[in-house]
């Protein structure tokens, strides 16, 4: 069902933080986008709108990004 409303800026800023340090933390580990998406089990362009903000996760997806990277959940979260 879409959403009625749009959501707020700072809503939004926050979704891109996250992917931005989504891929922060895959490029310290040196790993491909690909890699990452295949160890959580999702498809590589599913996992590119994630880390350029332009899709909302599930918590449980970021969990499974995070175990794939190797980091704990907060800090792909981290304010």
């Not at 989504?22 to 160890?39: D, F, H």
Request: hydrophobic fraction near 45%; charged fraction near 25%; glycine fraction near 6%.
């Amino acid at each position: 069902m879409p959403r009625p409303v749009p959501l707020p800026d700072h809503v939004l800023a926050r979704r891109r933080r996250i992917g931005e340090q989504t891929r922060a933390a895959r490029l310290e580990r040196n790993l491909t986008q690909e890699s990452v998406a295949l160890r959580a089990g999702m498809d590589r362009a599913t996992y590119v709108r994630i880390e350029q903000g332009q899709a909302s996760p599930l918590l449980d997806t970021l969990i499974l990004i995070a175990d794939a990277i190797g980091v704990p959940l907060a800090h792909l979260v981290r304010d």
